[in-house]
């Protein structure tokens, strides 16, 4: 796939670049990546400096439009390697007040990509099954992964993460098309999991469990789409699925499989898909999938930590962010106030981590609207997006433990025990906050006894980091790493990648800066190294030749942005930045009464106002 003496770029997954040879090319630090994805976004377009200003910082710091052009020099000695001094650049050029990046279409994934899925649709079933593996294959994580909770990359991520889905949906069709029935099942029954809103994928594993001969399998899975479109969303199914089920149940002829080109092979196919099965039962020790799903129902509700969220990743999440939105776009004004609820609500718990206002503006109309309806359970999925939501700026811990508070005692009333688990939770999370021990540990308490009564056995992971991190600050143990290990190794079994990618290494970080320890372990460089997500803010006390604050984002807007904010206001302080002491001391303020993270129930960096005491101190001197 490399052409000679071009620069492939890479947004299906991380921003990235590579040479002729397939070798990465050093993009240095995050700003430097988002100016790129930022021009790739434009696709050839001039993106003006001033677009790229107000794109890249929320609150930009003193002399962006030379920050800009640094950045820009920086990635055109990167992209260009062989151009001669004084001549024009052919790649990265300058247009007016802006720049372009002037890549072929072939050069990029996310083009190629786009050009494969609308080829497919009138290629020949076998041509179009071998094109879309392959270009299925180049996405390596959510598009953009590295800019999350930007705004400049939304829309397109949103429209990639769309022609994603739709190239699975014809991948599986291809299969169906080519006599290969069971082999579709295992990727449909993930992709419907994952994107529950997608009709389309419904349809297809209904037909491939039916043409595979699992009839009652293929009914089972209808009813469940119908249970969970009319129960998330309030709406029925398509005519599409109506139809389906009735000529299911008529064994219509027309169903029946394609004479397969290829001949055979179905009994593997069975055999991968009845490994897969197995293992997905086997996530929780003895569970059930319905214990399974209950309880990843529970906590992807929760979102406590980390960018990646649940199983449910912020590609899913987007998707079904888009999906809500675009049914509100249909829902008649009139009457509907239900369903238009579900949807409103939707987007707030699902839009976790973002400074956009739209998500908040959607939840305060969900709790609008759910406290006027006689339905418990709406109000409580309201309730959970006005939590998730609340993120804003930071601290916040008692505005969190109202709605807690709330959620336990309508929860209660009315037998959600999901909700009610997570209500407890949250009041773990929002006393933790404030080292309220005595009160969070009731609720980890309450949480647990709720758990374990209705196999919800995931909250557990919650319940034990918190029980390592209360030990850690009581000083009740000379030594919280093992606990803190112990925690970890059960989110691999979790199925919870956004509290396990980086978030270990970030919890002991945070624990060596507190008790005044070495910052790395002698005993596993390597593991600590990992910083995942965390890395930018990390790096800032950890490497020694960082180059400062400069450059680095603002934090999500989630339950870690105290502590990311306080490793930042050290590099402030360690620089000399007044600048970026002052960022911090006004980011850091509305917590001054909390502990860094704390309310996480993960990982603190001690309290707040000391951090705001030293920045105080700081900026006095200078």
Sequence with gaps: MIVVGRIRFGVLGPVT????????????????????????????????????????WVVPPDGPVAAVRTFVAALRRAVEPGRLPRTPPVLLVTRGQGYALLADPGDVDAWRFEQVVTAAATMAPGVALGALDE???WWRGPAYADFPDAAWPRA?????????????????????????????????????????????????????????????????????????LAGQLGVDPGAALRTLETAILQQDPALDPPSSPTGGGEGTAEAVWARAASAYDRVLS????????????????????GPGGLEIAREQRAAAVAAAERALAVLPRAGHEPARTRLLATIAVESRGTHDPRPLDCA??????????????????????????????????????????????????????????????????????????????????????????????????????????RADVAEETPDPEPAYRAAAARLDRAGMPGMRDGLLPLVLLGTRLRRGLPLTSPHDPAGDARRGPYEPWARLVLDPRSTGPAGIPDPPADLLAEALWCLYARAAIAAADVPAMARAREALLPASAEWAGAASG???????????????????RD
């Design 602 to 620: 993960v990982l603190t960096l001690g309290p707040v106002s000391d951090q705001i005491a030293a920045l105080d101190d700081a900026l006095r």
């Design 364 to 469: 305060r109309q969900a709790e609008r609207m759910a406290r006027g309806l006689d339905d418990p359970a709406l109000l409580a999925f309201a309730l959970n997006g006005v939590f998730m939501q609340s993120f804003r700026r930071t601290g916040g811990a008692a505005r969190r433990d109202a709605v807690g508070a709330e959620l336990v005692a309508l929860a209660s009333r009315h037998g959600l025990v999901t909700a009610e688990v997570l209500g407890h939770l949250i009041r773990m999370q929002a006393g933790c906050a404030v080292v309220a021990f005595d009160a969070a540990d009731r609720h980890a308490d309450a949480a647990d006894r709720l758990a374990q009564r209705h196999e919800l056995p995931l909250a557990g992971v919650f319940t034990e980091w918190y029980r390592a991190l």
């Design 135 to 137: 270009a299925l294959s």
């Design 17 to 56: 670049a590579e040479d002729a040879r397939g070798e990465p090319i050093a993009l240095k630090g995050p700003m430097h990546r988002a100016v790129l994805g930022r021009l790739l976004v434009a696709r050839r377009r001039v993106v003006p400096v001033s677009s790229l200003v107000d794109d890249l």
């Design 156 to 228: 397109d991520r949103s429209r990639l993460t769309e022609l994603r889905l739709q190239a699975v949906e014809r991948r599986a069709q291809a299969r169906l098309d080519l006599g290969r029935a069971a082999e579709a099942v295992p990727d449909l029954d993930e992709h419907v999991t994952a994107h529950p809103w997608r009709e389309n994928g419904w349809r297809l594993l209904a037909l491939a469990l039916y043409r595979a001969g699992r009839q009652g399998d293929a009914l089972a899975v209808l009813r469940r789409a119908r249970e969970l």
């Design 286 to 305: 003895g569970g059930s999938r319905v214990r399974l799903e209950s309880a990843v129902g529970l906590l992807r509700n929760l979102a406590v930590t």
